[in-house]
């Protein structure tokens, strides 16, 4: 069945259970949500959070590296 492969050939992939991949997701979506709304007010009022959501992009950029490095050790 083609939809089933591509759902646990992703999760193969990245190495992942259905319920871990979940929370990830779930919990990524949640962040990026709250940082779009701190770019949001920062856009509004450019004098408060005026590196908030950039200096948080990288550092969540720089966790999932390390993330799927673990998950991926070469």
């Known amino acids: 069945m083609l939809v089933r492969e ?3 050939g992703h999760l193969r992939d ?6 871990r991949h979940l929370k990830f997701a779930w919990g990524l979506a ?5 940082l779009s709304l701190t ?3 920062h856009g509004i009022f450019p004098f ?4 908030s959501a950039s200096d948080r992009v990288i550092k969540m950029a720089d966790e999932f590296k ?3 490095l673990s998950r991926h050790p070469h």
């Open 66 to 68: 390390q993330d799927t």
């Open 39 to 41: 770019a949001l007010v």
């Open 48 to 51: 408060i959070l005026v590196t």
């Open 14 to 19: 990245v190495n992942l259970s259905w319920t």
């Open 30 to 34: 949640w962040k990026l949500f709250l």
């Open 6 to 8: 591509l759902l646990v």
